[in-house]
């Protein structure tokens, strides 16, 4: 490729030797102080910085009270949403997914505008991956993900019971066989070895049934059959263990000012996770928010090949589970080795308006819960990364090909613990290696030697 058939002059050029308080990945700190030293996108070795000084012939950068992490992956957004901002909860969900219908931009160009704001502000957050959910499966949504340079997968979302679920399937079906077509026809880019085969900008193009109360156990069924990577949200209200369950409540309503009323909805007498176990049981898939599990439900989703996508800033929002947040089930989850990726859901939920990022979910839960920081490392790289059915060594400082490196402040003098500095401080993150064909962020507080 163009980086072999560099001469060993240019190559020493993009030898960089960064070195900050710290180097951490998902399994811990690994060198504090420490270095990082790369070549082109590539991990050549990782230590302590005093390992390093006699190297030559390589461009030093120094990010002194930061740590270098691996670029973020958030599991679960709604980029499309992003021209909303964040907007006060009135203490009504579905008043709420009113309010959100309403404000959804119909026209191109203004969804355009909104996903590219929603790129931005993950960019600002320090994301390299998402899994983002294109709402109503429209495929602008995917185009201008694989346009960013971010990595992941684009879902596209389907709604219909009963006579409207052929539809649905019929859509979901369509669009994924010419986005796919289209991705394939755009000029192959060279792709990290080792890497899971993607589409040529490296975001995947998955589907989406929205929610086992908005779409048939059918349209789950032949949405797996697809091979693509499948998300659903799952249990995100009691509501929605209602409506599963007896068929009544407010979703009732909903369904029927969507105009998605059919009559084979009845009561399914069970929680939404056992409602949906033919097809989660077997297939792999993202499952965003899950606040409501009892035991039984934690242990199916236990013995399945599924991802939790966990938003803690969305839950607290919503006060969910039962207006007490803390007690998500995400730790009796882990408990039970389940996996857990931390997602963001929308900008309207969140309290940083100009940066869409899972290091402020990891801040969140370490500052209200105290968890392990090094786990919650792992919950925003390496989980999320393998949910999204990507190659996890692009999300750590294993010797080769990187995602995206980022540096993030906060460090203190003699610290004991580098990385609860780190949350406990609200500073944004800094590029050191952007995604591929992102350009880095100005502003980066480095001395380059």
Request: aromatic share 6%; hydrophobic share 40%.
């Amino acid at each position: 490729d163009a980086y072999q058939a560099l001469n060993e002059r240019e190559r020493d050029e993009m030898r960089r030797l960064i070195t900050a308080a710290a180097v951490v990945d998902a399994r811990g700190v690994l060198a504090a102080p420490g270095a990082l030293l790369l070549e082109d996108r590539c991990v050549i070795d990782v230590g302590p910085i005093h390992a390093f000084e006699a190297l030559r012939d390589v461009r030093r950068e120094h990010f002194g009270s930061s740590v270098l992490m691996p670029g973020l992956v958030n599991a679960h957004s709604h980029l499309d949403l992003s021209h909303i901002g964040p907007v006060p909860y009135g203490g009504d969900f579905h008043d709420w997914i009113d309010l959100v219908r309403a404000r959804r931009v119909e026209d191109d160009a203004s969804l355009q505008s909104s996903v590219d704001c929603g790129v931005s502000y993950s960019l600002a957050g320090g994301t390299v991956a998402v899994g983002d959910i294109a709402g109503f499966g429209r495929p602008l949504v995917a185009q201008q993900l694989q346009a960013s340079g971010l990595l992941g997968v684009s879902y596209m979302e389907a709604f219909g019971h009963g006579q409207y679920a052929r539809a649905a399937v019929d859509m979901l079906s369509t669009r994924l066989a010419s986005l796919s077509e289209s991705s394939a026809s755009q000029p192959a880019k060279s792709q990290n070895k080792g890497a899971v085969a993607s589409t040529a900008s490296g975001l995947r193009i998955g589907v989406q049934p929205h929610a086992p109360y908005s779409c048939s156990l059918e349209v789950f069924e032949e949405a797996a059959r697809m091979g693509a990577p499948m998300a659903t949200h799952l249990s995100e209200t009691r509501e929605e263990l209602n409506f599963i369950a007896n068929a009544q409540g407010p979703l009732v309503d909903l369904i029927k000012r969507m105009e998605k009323w059919d009559p084979s909805i009845q009561p399914r007498h069970c929680h939404p996770v056992e409602y949906l176990a033919p097809v989660l049981s077997s297939v792999p898939c993202m499952v965003a928010h899950v606040n409501y599990l009892d035991d039984r439900a934690c242990d199916l989703l236990a013995s399945w090949p599924v991802t939790v996508a966990y938003c803690p800033r969305a839950s607290a929002y919503f006060e969910h589970p039962d207006g007490q947040p803390q007690n998500h089930p995400y730790r009796r989850l882990l408990q039970r080795d389940v996996r857990v990726a931390l997602g963001t859901d929308s900008l309207l939920c969140l309290d940083t308006p100009h940066r869409i990022s899972v290091l402020d979910e990891m801040r969140l839960l370490w500052r209200r819960d105290g968890i392990d920081p090094v786990l919650l490392v792992r919950l925003a790289t390496v989980n999320g990364a393998v949910g999204l059915q990507m190659d996890p060594s692009q999300v750590l400082f294993d010797s080769g090909p990187v995602a995206g490196v980022i540096a993030i402040g906060g460090v203190k003098e003699s610290s004991h613990d580098v990385l609860a500095d780190v949350l406990a401080d609200d500073e944004q993150p800094v590029w050191v290696l952007p995604p591929k064909g992102v350009e880095e962020k100005k502003g980066a507080s480095q001395d380059v030697e």
